[in-house]
């Protein structure tokens, strides 16, 4: 498997020590820079939490696949012990193999959702969802829970399904749909708040169209890890500020848009 990026964490250890390795998968959702960037602190923080609880040396190791699809085979073969996924892509890795693990989920100032965002120009006419009939849309990854599934769910809603839109397309990562949107390429386009934001602030010309609820990303185990090691990931996390207890339930309205995803294509 074509990895775009390895990153070592490492920290100075005991020869005479055990060692433990752990290799964490992400995907990228935004530019690889950003995404080595944004973990790093986090993977140090839960090694050293790792190192306590397993009384060993602990070394992590982060692999930032080029797509959702990849990120979602590298846990389902093995090829990573634990990852970061979007909702959607947690449901869909679930579908292969019912044995992953919920470890944890994110904390968005406390609370377990953050939002969306159909965007469109500033200066665009657009004031309601059902304006963009007849309108080149532009999607993030094919596995994207905003990108995507969450996205035509709200399309649905105000009765617009892929015929009756000019065009579509996936474009993978969200700052893409943003900048294609900038630019006049399409007339609408759905990324995460976050992405949004970081576009206003490079002076894209970009207003929230319509605003969607989606729950925060799971952190997730490849099954058949030993239950030490679950135990000792998911503590280590819950240690860690930023991160929330997680159960299935959470995401049942990510698996009812996957579901009911198939109508968008009617």
């Known amino acids: 498997m074509k990895f775009i990026l390895l990153y070592l964490l490492s920290f100075s250890i ?17 530019k690889p820079s950003d995404m080595v960037r944004k973990f790093k602190p986090i993977l140090n923080e839960l090694q050293k ?19 959702y699809e990849k990120g979602i085979d590298a846990l389902i073969n ?4 634990f990852a970061r996924f979007g909702p959607a892509s947690y449901i869909l890795s679930q579908q292969q193999d019912p044995a992953i693990v919920l470890l944890a989920m994110e904390s968005k100032k406390g609370k377990k959702t953050f939002n969306g965002i159909i ?14 009939k007849g309108k080149k849309f532009a999607f993030g990854d094919k596995n994207s829970t905003i990108g995507r599934y969450l996205a035509q769910s709200e399309l649905l809603k105000a ?20 900048s294609m949107i900038n630019i006049g390429q399409y007339s ?32 997730i185990a490849r099954s058949g890890m030993k239950e030490q090691l679950i135990i000792a990931l998911q503590q280590s ?16 309205i990510i698996k009812q848009s996957i579901n009911e995803n198939a109508g968008f294509y009617k």
């Open 78 to 81: 093995g090829d990573v012990d």
């Open 119 to 132: 965007a469109v120009k500033k200066d665009s006419p657009f004031q309601q969802l059902s304006d963009l």
């Open 237 to 252: 996390l819950l240690a860690i500020p930023g991160f929330l207890p997680a159960k299935e339930q959470d995401y049942s």
């Open 49 to 67: 939490q790792l190192n306590t609880r397993l009384e060993n040396p602990v070394f992590i190791k982060l692999r930032v696949l080029s797509s």
């Open 159 to 178: 009765g617009i399904k892929a015929s009756d839109l000019a065009s579509f397309s996936y474009l993978g990562r969200h700052d893409k749909v943003g």
């Open 188 to 219: 609408a386009g759905s990324l995460k708040e976050s992405s949004f934001n970081k576009l206003l602030d490079k002076g894209a010309n970009l207003r929230k169209l319509h605003v969607f609820t989606n729950v925060t990303k799971p952190w």
């Open 14 to 30: 005991l020869s005479s020590a055990t060692e433990q390795e752990f290799l964490f998968g992400v995907y990228t959702s935004d």
